[in-house]
C-alpha cells in the first residue's frame, strides 16, 4: 500500500468512530504476542523454585485467582462453590498482579474475567514485592481478557 492508499485508509478507519482495540483489529502493523502461552497449555504448573519473579514481559499478565474457596477445591459463583472439576470451559476472575510493558489496558489491583482454558497455572510462586509466595495464579495473554471488573459493595439499606 502506498502512502496515499494508506492516508486514505487511515482517514477511512477515523470516521468508524472505534475504540483502540477495535482499530487495531483493522490495523495490520499491531502484531500478535511474541509469547504465545497457549502452546504451553498442557504442561505442569509452572513454579519458579528458588527464584523470585520481578517482572514480566510482553503482554504478559501475573494474576491472582480471587474465585477461588480457601481450600483452594471450588470456585464461588453468587455464593454458591462449584467443584473445579466442573468448571472447564467457563470464565474465572483474577487481581492482576504484574503486567508486562505491551500491556495497555491492565494494571496491577485490576480484577480481570477471562476463560478459565487458558493461561499457565502458577502456584507458590515468590515475587518482588510479596512478603511470602504467592499461590493460585496464572500467566496470561492479555488479549484473552473479556474485560475488568469492579467489585460491588453490597448495598444493606435495600429492605427486602
Not at 26 to 42: A, E, G, W
Not at 137 to 154: A, H, T, V, W, Y
Request: charged share 30%.
Amino acid at each position: 500500500m502506498n502512502s496515499k492508499q494508506q492516508k486514505q485508509y487511515d482517514t477511512a478507519i477515523d470516521k468508524m468512530d472505534l475504540t483502540d482495540s477495535q482499530r487495531d483489529a483493522f490495523d495490520h502493523s499491531v502484531k500478535r504476542s511474541l509469547i504465545d502461552l497457549d502452546t504451553y497449555q498442557n504442561t505442569d504448573t509452572f513454579s519458579l523454585h528458588g527464584y523470585k519473579l520481578n517482572r514480566v514481559m510482553d503482554d504478559i499478565v501475573l494474576a491472582q485467582y480471587v474465585d477461588l474457596s480457601k481450600d483452594g477445591n471450588s470456585v464461588i459463583r453468587n455464593g454458591i462453590h462449584i467443584p473445579l472439576s466442573q468448571v472447564r470451559r467457563t470464565w474465572r476472575m483474577a487481581r492482576v498482579i504484574l503486567v508486562g510493558p505491551k500491556c495497555n489496558y491492565t494494571k496491577p489491583g485490576d480484577i480481570v474475567c477471562f476463560p478459565d482454558d487458558k493461561g499457565i497455572k502458577v502456584d507458590n510462586l515468590s515475587v518482588t514485592g510479596f512478603d511470602s509466595s504467592i499461590r493460585d495464579c496464572i500467566f496470561l495473554n492479555e488479549d484473552r481478557f473479556f474485560g475488568i471488573c469492579e467489585e460491588i459493595e453490597p448495598d444493606d439499606s435495600r429492605s427486602e
